[in-house]
């Protein structure tokens, strides 16, 4: 009999990995969220950034994936030279899987070529949580599965460049450089391969004053599998009031639409992501994506200098 919720499981598990491709989770809103795949990034504006996102995949399935992310960066000015730090957590559930991971990140951060330059670090630890105690295997001595929930952790490392010019930026990095192996439970094990991030975008001004086009792209690449997510956004922005919509595709996988906004420092998006293949369209990621933001004033002379491009 267990080889049949083996089967179910494994099913599963496949099905969900084919929409996600990789074991990080996949955003809509990556370029709302650059630190949660790349350290360099942390501190390349001249403001406290905060951001959560929550989305769920698969609706309408049961047990379907539900990945939540809070991450939060800062800059600093320190012995005549710019810094950046930051922290971030995410929470993925899927099924009776759940996925939990802890980083903190250093970015140093220095003028080049007439922009700005981010060299970045970041340690962590991940855990592997199944929980067996929601199993009903139908055969209380079934040993395939385990009766109890069992977690394991392992130590992560990961590391990234940022280049930022004017009205473009591109940035390239490496999560779980360690290739951990977390050992769940006496009798499981799950490794994690390396997964390459590449990045980049434009602000494209217009004639209209308050209009912009925001076109961006993030790619990654485990080894096995990859994912390309390519969107753009027409944004209007009249005083500190912004408005932006969107669409975003991602080859073989999936076409999505977001809005959204932020009004003096509060920042709010939603997407819905739709897969390209036999799934419904009924089935598709619901994303909500929420922040905040303030200047801080780095230092009394020359504050402010370094101008991003991450804007939503």
Not at 29 to 45: D, F, L, Q, R
Not at 104 to 125: D, E, H, P, S
Not at 222 to 241: F, L
Request: include cysteine; proline fraction near 4%.
């Amino acid at each position: 009999m267990h080889t049949r919720y083996y089967l179910i499981l494994t099913v599963f598990i496949l099905a969900v990995v084919k929409v996600r491709a990789q074991y990080d989770a996949v955003f809509s809103h990556y370029w709302a969220m650059e630190p949660s795949y790349n350290p360099a990034s942390v501190g390349k504006e001249a403001k406290i950034n905060a951001s959560a996102a929550y989305s769920m995949t698969l609706t309408g399935f049961e047990n379907n994936p539900r990945t939540m992310y809070i991450g939060a960066d800062l800059p600093f000015y320190f012995l005549k030279s710019y810094h950046g730090v930051g922290a971030n957590i995410l929470n993925d559930e899927i099924g009776l899987f759940s996925h939990k991971k802890f980083a903190l990140q250093y970015a140093f951060r220095q003028k080049l070529f007439g922009g700005m330059l981010g060299v970045g670090l970041q340690a962590g630890m991940l855990s592997e949580t199944f929980d067996g105690s929601k199993v009903d295997t139908e055969e209380p001595s079934d040993n395939a599965f385990p009766s109890s929930e069992a977690t394991g952790s392992a130590f992560d490392l990961g590391a990234g460049l940022y280049y930022t010019h004017r009205n473009w930026y591109v940035g390239v990095s490496a999560q779980h450089l360690t290739s951990p192996t977390v050992e769940i439970g006496e009798t499981s094990s799950f490794k994690i391969e390396p997964t390459f991030y590449l990045t980049g975008g434009y602000n494209i001004k217009l004639r209209n004053p308050f209009l912009t086009i925001h076109p961006s792209m993030l790619a990654r690449y485990d080894g096995t599998a990859y994912r390309v997510d390519v969107s753009g956004r027409v944004r209007y922005t009249n005083e500190k009031k912004i408005l932006y919509a969107g669409a975003g595709y991602s080859p073989t996988n999936s076409v999505t639409v977001m809005v959204g906004g932020s009004f003096h420092g509060i920042i709010l998006g939603y997407s819905y992501e739709i897969y390209t293949s036999a799934i419904s369209i009924g089935n598709g990621s619901h994303e909500i994506c929420i922040g905040y933001q303030t200047d801080i004033n780095m230092q009394k002379r020359g504050r402010n200098k370094h101008k991003s491009v991450r804007l939503l």
